[in-house]
């Protein structure tokens, strides 16, 4: 199992960016996706899911109506498209699935002027 994430940088604050998860050695079509966050310190937060065939999508409070979570089966690939963004969405982004599985490198966010 892999996931690979990618899309992160530095960004100003109302700025957008577009992360991309590539995931492999799993059926990806028959699995619930997610992205979380995890800043220094803290405990790894859930940020938003999706289900298998892309039907249902939760967000947690902090970032609905700004960010939007999607998936392609035909690539093994989920995004998050993350717009307004703010200096509290800094911080390292992994995917995964539900149940999670060994996570992968991340990729960092980092919002400021």
């Known amino acids: 199992v892999q996931f690979v994430e990618s899309g992160g940088g530095l960004v100003q604050p109302g700025g957008s960016l577009r992360l991309s998860c590539a995931a492999s050695g799993f059926p990806f079509v028959t699995y619930e996706m997610r992205w979380y966050r995890q800043a220094p310190g803290k405990e790894r937060e859930l940020v938003a899911y999706?289900?298998?065939?892309?039907?249902?999508?939760y967000y947690v409070d902090s970032v609905k109506g700004r960010f939007t979570i999607s998936r392609d089966n035909s690539k093994n690939a989920m995004y998050l498209l993350m717009t307004s963004l703010k200096a509290e969405d800094t911080t390292m982004y992994y995917c995964?699935?539900?149940?999670?599985?060994?996570w992968g490198q991340g990729t960092q966010i980092t919002v400021s002027s």
């Open positions: 995964n699935t539900w149940p999670t599985r060994s």
């Open positions: 999706i289900s298998n065939l892309g039907s249902y999508t």
